[in-house]
Nanobody, 124 residues
Framework: QVKLVESGGGAVQPGASLTLSCTAT????????MAWWRQAPGKEREIVAA????????YYADSVKGRFTISRDNAKNTMYLQMNSLKPEDTGVYYC?????????????????WGQGTQVTVSS
């Protein structure tokens, strides 16, 4: 049974950094397109970043470009999201997701596998 488990969330002040992890079981992170999504209270889920299989093809939402970095460690079967210079508007529940595609996928309903989410709160 495929499982994605996120960790690394927390409450931080503006300007701080956090690294989220998404560890997969029964699925190889280098065989799928994987992405980080987030959902703020009262808002729709939005894609933050995505990485395609083993390629260097990566996608970032405009709101996080230059601050967030998505990466994978195939040996640990884990995907990461390094988040720097955090802002209050980055607050939300962050989810990792995976789909068997060879391209960047930016529609939530196209993702087959989802984690349970991890809360990130940025507040002074």
């Amino acid at each position: 049974q495929v499982k994605l488990v996120e960790s690394g969330g927390g409450a931080v002040q503006p300007g701080a950094s956090l690294t989220l992890s998404c560890t997969a079981t029964e699925i190889a992170v280098n065989s799928v397109t994987m992405a980080w999504w987030r959902q703020a209270p009262g808002k729709e889920r939005e894609i933050v970043a995505a990485t395609v299989r083993t390629s260097s093809n990566k996608y970032y939402a405009d709101s996080v470009k230059g601050r967030f970095t998505i990466s994978r460690d195939n040996a640990k079967n884990t995907m990461y999201l390094q988040m720097n210079s955090l802002k209050p508007e980055d607050t939300g529940v962050y989810y990792c997701a995976a789909v068997f595609r060879g391209i960047v996928v930016r529609t939530a309903s196209d993702y087959r596998y989802w984690g349970q989410g991890t809360q990130v709160t940025v507040s002074s």
